[in-house]
């Protein structure tokens, strides 16, 4: 019956040495991964984007397998050496991309610009691989890249094998490294704009239009949520790197290997919540007499 009490239960009594280290940890240590335990996604970090400090950090140094995510670097890459106005036409190759892609047919011709919103935005295989085509000739050339990139900016335990995140051998990141890669493309006001747009259309040079809509179901239901980018396969689950601003603090939230799409946005917004707490923290015992 709710609300009854069981008197044949024993309350067993805390020494007061215990007590007195338990509260010298928290203490000590209030940023330890006290949350560990309720994120049930393979790795989660929250990383201050204003200095990179990892506040919090759930098996954040694990390799897995990054899905989608990648394309940010991809992403990435194509801003810092490609004219967005310049016109791409779709390849035999990038046209047969499996899985998820936008419906670019051989000879579509599409500007860098659109392009990029389909693979940031649909997650578009076939964008993907006509963006690294462009830049590069190839797409392993093109994942050469893509992999020195990722050593300069300190995300070295990641690896590509390809432009779109599909799964395969050898390639890998982490919660930090991806982290790392989100606070760098935060850098370039093209990338904030088109992670934080909901829905666009593409239009090919024959005046094909294909629809595209954000897989970053936060941005309509967080105004904190500046942009993301999300991935999903089977052998990678559900993953997403995010920025959220607060009172002119901005965090990044990264997480790898999620069972759900539904748990994926519970525990966004709930390390989100716990980042920003985070950061007032700090700033108080900073200001506290």
């Known amino acids: ?57 759930k098996n954040s140094d694990d390799l897995l397998l990054p899905a989608s995510t990648a394309k940010l670097m991809t992403a990435i890459i194509v801003i810092e050496k490609a004219d967005l106005s310049d016109t791409v036409t779709i390849s035999p190759r990038a046209s047969r991309t499996p899985s998820l892609k936008s419906g670019f047919k051989k000879g579509d011709k599409v500007t860098i610009e659109g392009l990029l919103y389909a693979a940031l935005l649909k997650s578009a295989n076939d964008a993907a691989v006509a963006l690294s085509e462009a830049v590069a000739g190839s797409e392993d050339s093109f994942v050469s890249i893509m992999n020195q990139k990722s050593a300069s900016l300190g995300a070295t335990n990641t690896k590509f094998i390809n432009a779109t995140g599909l799964p395969g051998s050898g390639q890998h990141i982490t919660a930090s490294d991806l982290s790392r890669i989100m606070r760098y493309a935060l850098n370039y006001p093209k990338l904030r704009e088109i992670l934080a747009t909901p829905a666009a259309e593409v239009s090919t040079e024959r005046g094909k239009i294909i629809v595209l809509r954000n897989t970053d179901k936060l941005l309509s239901s967080d105004e904190e949520v500046i942009g993301g980018k999300t991935g999903y396969t089977y052998q990678a689950k559900h993953c997403f790197v995010f920025a959220a601003e607060r009172n002119k603090k901005t965090i990044i939230v990264s997480l790898l290997g999620s069972p759900s799409r539904k748990n994926l946005w519970k525990e966004a917004k709930e390390l989100t919540d716990k980042g920003f707490l985070m950061i007032a923290d700090d700033e108080s015992r900073l200001t506290d007499p």
Request: charged share 15%; net charge neutral.
């Open 1 to 57: 019956m709710q609300g009854r009490i069981d008197k044949s239960m024993k309350r067993i009594p805390i020494p007061f040495g215990a007590w007195l280290l338990l509260c010298l940890f928290i203490s000590v240590f209030p940023h330890s991964n006290a949350i560990a335990g309720v994120i049930t996604s393979e790795a989660a970090v929250i990383m201050d984007a204003s200095t990179g400090e990892i506040l919090y950090g």
